[in-house]
């Protein structure tokens, strides 16, 4: 078994968690660079801890740094390590250097440096530890260290938000420019508008493949002033600087770019910016997460100006708003030219507000020919409209077509699995956020319930996900787990067996966290 070839080891180790995994370096050395490329292909620098530490410190060698793949950084995090050693220099408290800095660039595992006198307390142990002892100027220096061996990164992943720039940020910036310059396919920045300019002189990556743009919210105070005059001033600087810095920069890229995600907080009007943006020959993939009204598309017709010119390329179309539309929404305003840029595309993954019932149809009529994936968001449907959207699809012929699908719905029921499983066979990836759950557990467990339903046994679903709304008032990712979610996609897991994953990932991390979790009353 020595002499197997590269790729069965692959395939061998992707039916072995993650966990397992990562103790099974020593197997053989196929396996050792297995478990490195599945240790270190995803790193985020998010915060100060020793964990952290351990990454960076194997981070230097330039063997383990080219097996980084995705490279996710906060820029708060950056601010501390600054300011701490703004602050570090004026104390009066002056501590021996330490040996770990020299180690940690030697790679050299250091020796056990006992703990000056502190506060008998965990939580200050590890701050003194891991900010005072450890300088954060050479923890930035060993970050830029780590970063010029990761060659091999693919996706960069900055969220800068409201940070100042500076000195000591653009050499950190520009050790990742140069070294990522050839390499990298996806950029992905959130910033407000003005510092998102300022960082895209210094991420002017070649040939990059995907884009994900979020422009933050700033604040009045940032702005200037609070008053009418520096609040429009400021929204106006925000409009050109989007219309002629950031669109050149997409339009720069029109030959390679194939994703294109924009989310906005943004309070400015963003017409400029889509009329700016020329046609995108390669582009595949387009989502739009922002507020459709007049505030920040002021000339809805140049938005969907774009969106017809770009339809013909597109295979993704994606169109969010940030909250539930109403009826006289502007995308229902503008129900005409939605239609048109569906019929121009051919869909195979359509996700868009359900606001209301009727147009959502007439939108899946028009690409239901190629769609695959469906979503629909910001209206929860009862089981009537979801069989009608369901029977579009059995009586075009399409039944087996539909892949994954993503409803917001009143009330779990039996009469509502039963309506998903009998018109969508085969479909794999089922996910369901739910309104009222009143009755959540008692109408699907117990008999005459869900198990009067044979097609459920037989329905060959793999991925199923289920999220209460009112457990998760912002977002459906707010919350990452709630015992009542979990209980339900454990049960509906005994009834179709079919199932492999809750929410894409394996079911034992839910069977974990329900074994850690106190168990309420009212579910025992």
């Known amino acids: 078994m020595v002499d197997l070839p590269h790729d069965i080891w692959e395939v061998i180790s992707q039916h072995i968690p993650r966990k397992e995994l990562l103790n099974l370096a020593a197997v053989n050395r196929p ?7 599945t240790r270190y292909k995803e790193i985020w620098w998010v915060k100060l801890d020793e964990s952290m530490v351990e990454y960076l410190r194997r981070l230097q060698d330039p063997a383990v740094a080219r097996r980084v793949r995705r490279l996710h950084i906060r820029a708060w995090f950056i601010d501390f390590l600054l300011k701490r050693e703004v602050l570090l220099k004026a104390s009066k408290k002056k501590f021996e250097p330490i040996v770990w800095v020299k180690t940690l660039l030697n790679l050299n595992i250091p020796d056990a440096v006992p703990d000056p006198p502190i506060r008998n307390s965990p939580s200050i142990l590890l701050e003194h530890r891991l900010g005072t002892m450890f300088s954060p100027g050479e923890i930035m220096r060993a970050m830029i260290k780590a970063i010029s061996g990761m ?11 409201d940070l100042p720039m500076n000195e000591d940020t653009q050499i950190f910036l520009m050790a990742a420019r140069n070294t990522f310059a050839t390499g990298l396919c996806k950029l992905v920045l959130s910033a407000q508008i003005s510092k998102l300019v300022q960082l895209l002189t210094m991420t002017d990556f070649e040939r990059l493949e995907e884009i994900e743009f979020s422009f933050e919210y700033t604040p009045l105070e940032a702005s200037g002033g609070t008053t009418p005059k520096y609040i429009l001033l400021a929204e106006n600087l925000d409009r050109d600087l989007l219309a002629v810095q950031v669109a050149s920069f997409i339009n720069r890229l029109s030959s390679s770019l194939r994703c294109l995600t924009i989310s906005s907080l943004a309070q400015c009007d963003h017409s400029p910016f889509f009329q700016c943006l020329t046609f995108l020959p390669a582009l595949r993939y387009l989502a739009i997460r922002m507020a459709f009204d007049m505030g920040h598309l002021m000339n809805p017709a140049g938005f969907f100006r774009f969106l017809i010119t770009q339809a013909s390329t597109l295979f993704t179309l994606e169109l969010r708003p940030d909250r539930p539309p109403s009826k006289n929404h502007m ?44 979503s629909l968001l910001h209206r929860f449907l009862n089981v009537t409209e979801v069989a009608e959207i369901v029977n579009m699809f059995s009586t075009a012929g399409r039944a087996h077509n539909l892949i994954r699908l993503s409803l917001e719905v009143k009330s779990m029921s039996p009469r509502l699995m039963n309506v998903l499983s009998v018109g969508l066979p085969a479909l794999a990836s089922l996910t369901l956020v739910i309104e009222d759950e009143s009755h959540f557990g008692s109408q699907l467990v117990e008999p005459p319930g869900i198990y009067t339903y044979r ?11 289920i999220y209460i709304r009112s457990q998760r008032p912002d977002s459906i990712e707010v919350i990452p787990w709630t015992r009542m979610e979990n209980r339900m996609m454990l049960h509906l897991s005994f009834i179709m067996r079919s199932i492999r994953y809750f929410r894409g990932q394996d079911p034992r991390i839910v069977v974990d966290f329900m074994r850690r979790q106190p168990t309420p009353s009212i579910l025992l």
Do not use: C, G, H
């Open 31 to 37: 396996f050792y660079n297995i478990v490195l490329n």
């Open 151 to 161: 060659v091999n990164v693919m996706e960069y992943d900055f969220e800068w938000r």
């Open 331 to 374: 995308l229902a305003q503008y129900r005409q030219d939605l239609v048109e840029v569906v019929l121009r595309a051919n869909l195979e993954s359509l996700t868009i507000p359900s606001f209301d019932q009727q147009i959502a149809v007439s939108l899946i009529d028009k690409s239901i020919a190629s769609l695959t994936s469906l």
């Open 455 to 465: 097609t459920l046994v037989d329905w060959r679903l793999l991925d199923i996900s």
